[in-house]
Structures are given as C-alpha cells and as structure tokens.
C-alpha cells in the first residue's frame, strides 16, 4: 500500500527546465527595401509594423542635382532638335545624320535619368508588414544608393531558428 501511493506521488511531479540561447525570426517571404538612387529622405509614409501593399509609397526622396541633370539632358534634346531641323532645312544631310545619332544617345540617357528619377518614391515590392528600427528618424537624412531601409515580411510565414548547447538541454 505504500508503495502504491509513492509510485501515484510521482506521476503528479512535473520536470521543467528552462533555458536561455540566442535565436532568429526567420521569414519565408521576405523583402529587402533598398534605395536604387542616392537622396535626401522628404516623407516617410509607412511605420513600423504597418501592413503594406504591393505598390504602396513607402516613403519619398528628394535629390536636386538628379532633377538638375535631367533638365539639363532636356535642354540638350531641345537644342539637338533646332539643330536637326536646321540642318535639315539648309539640305546638310551628314549634320543631320550626326544629330539623329546624338538625339538617340540622348533619349536613351533620357530614359536611364527618368528611372532614376521615379526611384526616388520607394514602394512595397509586395504584400506583408514593415519591419525597420528607425524609419521616424529618417526624415532629412540623406541616403546612399543600396542603403537597406526596410524589410516587408509576411507574419503568417515565420519560423524560429535557435542553438542550444547539448549540455544545457
């Protein structure tokens, strides 16, 4: 009868052991926030832990010399084109030729300036929370083209990835 009742007192002891081990928040669909141009931050329109959208405007950058090439390659096109219509009004045939080829080379720095212009507004490559230490002090600060500024996560696809030692468990 003893025994019997020792052996019940040990089925109601619970072992718990508790341990402390570094670990990391791993998403399976994550997406790094870079900045594709150099630029003075002006708004920042998201916060920490906000649902985004794919597409949405995370915040805005400002950079003057940008702005100030790309009126200057128009203002080149605007000459290229009086040239070209010159030319072509006197019969220079071989200026003309010449001109068309700058103005190609000229549409295509065009394009390449005004990409880099609408990199300026950085949106939510896709669906998901923003993860980020420090987007409300951002504001007026300058940053460098490749600066990580943000990640957007999808909360529903976390894991969590620790290392204990075998002498701890």
């Known amino acids: ?3 019997t ?3 019940a007192g040990l089925h109601l002891i619970s072992w718990e052991k508790r341990i402390e081990t570094p670990a990391v928040v791993e998403y399976e669909e994550q997406h790094s926030v870079r900045t594709k141009v150099g630029g003075f931050v002006s708004q920042v329109q998201v ?3 906000d649902h985004v959208k794919e597409g949405q405007i995370l915040l805005s950058l400002e950079n003057s010399e940008l702005h100030f090439a790309a009126e200057q390659l128009r203002l080149q096109l605007e000459q290229l084109e009086l040239k070209m219509r010159l030319a072509h009004s006197t ?3 071989t200026d003309l030729n010449i001109f068309q080829d700058q103005k190609q080379a000229l549409l295509k720095e065009t394009q390449a300036m005004e990409e880099d212009l609408a990199y300026l507004t950085i949106r939510a490559p896709g669906d998901g929370f923003c993860i980020s ?3 409300d002090n951002l504001h007026g600060t300058f940053l460098p083209k490749g600066h990580e500024l ?3 996560v999808s909360a529903q696809q976390k894991q969590l990835t620790g290392a204990a030692s ?3 468990i």
């Open 1 to 3: 009868l003893v025994s």
């Open 5 to 7: 009742v020792l052996v």
């Open 47 to 49: 916060a920490e832990g």
């Open 91 to 93: 019969g220079k045939i």
């Open 133 to 135: 230490g420090n987007l």
């Open 150 to 152: 943000l990640w957007i």
């Open 166 to 168: 075998q002498n701890d």
